[in-house]
């Protein structure tokens, strides 16, 4: 069975930072595109990051040069570095694995709410 298990989600003041964490039981880790997603209420989920099996990263216009997303293969780990949150960054963020080899496979994490309020 296949897990993605996130962590680190949370309430923080606007200007402060939270590092999110998605450990996931996936055989071939190192292959997959690992990705953070973002959904609000009535919205559908956004892309705010992926990183691919060679570590190429790529970022939602809206957190460039305040996220920052990383992974180890060794533990099976993504994270998602946020700094300088800002209250529109209040969501449930989601953590998502990708693999196409013969056929596209997809798994979501149960999420974790980010909530970015004085």
């Known amino acids: 069975q296949v897990l993605l298990v996130e962590s680190g989600g949370g309430l923080v003041q606007p200007g402060g930072s939270l590092r999110l964490s998605c450990a996931a039981s996936?055989?071939?880790?190192?292959?997959?595109?690992m990705a953070w997603y973002r959904q609000t209420p009535g919205n559908q989920r956004e892309l705010v990051a992926s990183i691919t099996s060679g570590a190429s990263t790529n970022y939602a216009d809206s957190v460039k040069g305040r996220f920052t997303i990383s992974r180890d293969n060794a533990k099976n780990t993504i994270w998602l570095q946020m700094n300088y949150l800002k209250p529109e960054d209040t969501a449930v963020y989601y953590c998502?694995?990708?693999?196409?080899?013969?056929?596209?496979?997809?798994?979501w994490g149960q999420g974790t709410q980010v909530t970015v309020s004085s």
């Open positions: 996936l055989g071939l880790f190192s292959a997959y595109t």
């Open positions: 998502n694995a990708e693999i196409a080899i013969v056929k596209r496979t997809v798994y």
